[in-house]
């Protein structure tokens, strides 16, 4: 941390802060607290987990729709700092709501869920894209890790006060229910959130941007479609798109529905609590490990490394019936889920032309957004249908398979980038 420029720090701290959400609410505890209040609402298993797939769709489908244009508004000055801080906002407020709806509303609960969705997923679009402004483009593999590095480690400190809320008022060692602990961690989550983002706000400055003109989001639109006429010249850049809409769709809906698949198969709350903060530790070398390998390797490579290992995974997991299974599953994912998406974010950042870089990672943020839709879906339906989790979670199998086969079409970065070039 002390080799790197405040900016890249600021930016970098983000990655520390909103990692409370990910691990907290859309893994560990919140899934949990929504499969316990929908069993109390007499709703089966395998249906709370298909509403539970649904409505992560549903609510990235919204975001996802309002992308690009949100990217190509962002372009002109002043405009980036300003929507990352709406939807930052809307954010923290529904995540704090969580903490207040009563237990037994749970379609509430969900509501409230898929709000705070919407904004965790806006924001990133903007903080994805502020990474060609806080540092160099030969520094981007390590900066984009050390991100997904620090969130791994600073999102383990409230993971380990919300377990031990939760773990002590189990065994009435402290004077809480359970859903009242529940609830203290959804604040902790907001607060931890919230603090964390300051440094961002403070610091990091839009570096890169078009001037302002008179009607922003009319020029917004008209630039969107002159990117569209010029697709042709973008063609390697969408084919990566394309690539990163499968193979990501499959690593976040794992991330997504890892919760709700261990509660399905038996295994403990208290286990899977200590499973995930085991996941969390181990991942944040392995991110570092990837962007050094990646150095040396090339990014392409690497990415083919964790889709490969991903595939081992959904294989795995059809036979999983253990606590020790999951246990060997969970490290699997920690080998590589920073690693590939860190990666993906730096390959991405390197290729788009930078005064347009909000609205190519518009694009970047639809692509990422709309293959979580199709992921949870897919393994909803097919555990309704089923009956049986591992089915769902080995229906994944397929879209890293397309994901591999498509990107072992994209050209080296460096063929991409005389591409841009010629486009500019």
Same mark, same amino acid.
């Given at each position: ?172 060692? &402290? ?72 193979? &990501? ?152 398979? &397309?994901?591999?086969? &498509? ?18």
């Amino acid at each position: 941390m002390s080799r790197m420029s405040k900016q890249e720090k600021s930016w970098v701290f983000y990655d520390w802060a909103n990692s409370a959400y990910s691990i907290l609410i859309t893994t560990a505890i919140f899934p949990l607290y929504f499969k316990a209040a929908a069993k109390d609402a007499g709703l089966a298993a395998s249906t709370s987990t298909a509403y539970w797939g649904y409505a992560n769709s549903f609510a990235t489908l919204l975001i996802s729709i309002c992308a690009p244009i949100l990217g190509s508004i962002a372009d002109f000055k002043g405009f980036k700092k300003r929507f990352f801080a709406f939807f930052f906002g809307l954010g923290i407020v529904f995540t704090l709501l969580l903490s207040v709806v009563p237990s037994n509303q749970w379609l509430i609960l969900l509501i409230c869920y898929m709000l705070t969705v919407i904004g965790f997923g806006g924001t990133n679009i903007f903080y994805d894209a502020f990474l060609v402004d806080v540092t160099t483009e030969d520094r981007m593999n390590q900066i984009s890790s050390k991100g997904f590095a620090m969130g791994y480690i600073g999102s383990t400190i409230p993971f380990i006060i919300s377990i031990a809320l939760i773990i002590l008022s189990q065994q009435n060692i &402290i004077p809480l229910s359970v859903t009242v602990a529940s609830q203290a961690a959804f604040a902790i989550t907001a607060l931890w959130w919230g603090l964390f983002t300051i440094p961002m706000l403070k610091n990091v400055q839009q570096v890169y941007y078009k001037e302002r003109v008179p009607n922003p989001i009319a020029n917004g639109f008209k630039q969107l479609f002159e990117t569209f006429k010029k697709i042709k010249l973008y063609r390697p850049l969408f084919l990566f798109l394309l690539a990163y809409f499968f193979y &990501i769709d499959g690593v976040n809906t794992i991330i997504t529905m890892s919760t709700a698949y261990g509660s399905d198969l038996g295994i403990t709350s208290n286990n899977l609590l200590i499973i995930l903060f085991a996941t969390q530790v181990v991942a944040a070398p392995f991110a570092i490990l990837y962007a050094r390998l990646a150095d040396k390797f090339k990014g392409k490579t690497m990415l083919l490394v964790g889709i490969f290992i991903y595939i081992v995974i959904c294989t795995y997991a059809y036979f999983l019936k253990t606590t020790l299974d999951f246990w060997i599953l969970a490290m699997l994912v920690a080998s590589s889920q920073g690693g590939i998406q860190a990666l993906s974010r730096s390959y991405f950042a390197k290729l788009v032309p930078k005064e347009s870089v909000n609205e190519f990672f518009g694009f970047y943020s639809i692509f990422y957004k709309f293959a979580a839709i199709l992921g949870p879906f897919l393994v909803g339906l097919t555990a309704q249908i089923t009956g049986n989790t591992n089915s769902g979670v080995f229906s994944l199998i397929v879209l890293f398979i &397309i994901g591999a086969l &498509i990107l072992l079409r994209v050209p080296e970065a460096n063929s991409i980038q005389k591409s841009n070039s010629i486009s500019q």
